[in-house]
């Protein structure tokens, strides 16, 4: 399942956002990329996941048969944020 094209920058800044009030879910965490915004690091697959609440109206599962941490680090340079190696 590839990602949804409506995903756009300001859905990403909407799921940081809930990031910071909510915390990184156990598990969700970056393990080798992440996305950098003013120094704080955000996962790139749980930015795409909760990106998808406020383009789609759910979270997007992050089972890796429906998408994979290379397609949302893929997705998040396309909307010119920086994803770097840990």
Known sequence: MP?????????????MLKIKREGIPAGRGPRQW?????????PCKLLISWSNIYANGEELDPNPNNFQTYMAQNHLTNLGFDVVQL
């Open 3 to 15: 990602i949804p094209a409506n995903i756009h920058r300001e859905h990403i800044f909407q799921a």
């Open 34 to 42: 992440a996305l950098n915004y003013e120094g704080d690091i955000y």
